[in-house]
């Protein structure tokens, strides 16, 4: 795999400007993505709670049934991480350290997949988009979810676009679902 730079790891395959429950199997399809790994934190739902949101288990119930769907969290918290996944009835795994590999390796393998058919989907440029994109994933960023407008978080990935544009990532939205 040729060496790629920074900015161009930074760089989505799919920017939303949306949360993850506006993405339709429609345009998975049209990628030709067959399985799907999942950020937790701020994409399912805000970092602090335990409960899915029921657009989310919604979207979740309609698209796994299309695709084998892992949950790939940096979060330490097992209780909380497996509580989601019960309920969504989706394997999970936590700790994954992202940008690290292993984890999302793992969750890949599991499918039996090639990296290029499996969204990495997350709310975060310098975790979730960095390791999809070094491992050769289609990658998608949506807007996270936050339950306070003034989260303590979003500072973070402000800094983040700002030092993705400072290393020459456009971060350029992707047309609207539809097209």
Same mark, same amino acid.
């Given at each position: 795999m040729a060496t790629r730079s920074l900015a161009a790891l930074l760089q989505p395959d799919l920017i939303l400007e949306t &949360?993850?429950?506006?993405? !339709?199997?429609?345009?998975? @399809?049209?990628?030709?993505?067959? $399985?799907?790994?999942?950020?937790?934190?701020d994409t399912l739902l805000p970092t602090w709670d335990a409960e899915v949101p029921p657009n989310i288990l919604a979207w979740l119930q309609?698209?796994? *049934?299309?695709? !084998?769907i892992w949950l790939?969290?940096?979060?330490?918290? *097992?209780?909380? /991480?497996?509580?989601? @996944?019960?309920?969504?009835?989706? !394997?999970?795994l936590m700790g994954a350290g992202k940008p690290s590999r292993r984890k999302i390796r793992q969750a890949v393998q599991a499918m039996n997949l090639p990296y290029n058919q499996v969204a990495m989907v997350g709310d975060r440029l310098f975790t979730d988009i960095?390791?999809?994109?070094?491992?050769?994933?289609? &990658? /998608?960023?949506?807007? !996270?979810?936050?339950?306070?407008?003034?989260? $303590?978080?979003s500072w973070v990935r402000n800094l983040e676009f700002w030092l993705a544009r400072q290393l020459g990532t456009p971060l350029a939205i992707a047309p609207s679902p539809e097209n």
């Open positions: &949360t993850i429950e506006q993405l !339709p199997l429609s345009l998975l @399809a049209k990628y030709q993505l067959r $399985g799907m790994v999942l950020d937790v934190d309609e698209i796994k *049934h299309q695709m !084998p790939v969290s940096n979060n330490l918290n *097992h209780r909380r /991480i497996e509580r989601i @996944a019960q309920q969504v009835e989706l !394997p999970f960095l390791v999809g994109n070094r491992l050769g994933m289609f &990658t /998608i960023l949506v807007q !996270p979810i936050i339950s306070r407008r003034f989260d $303590g978080k």
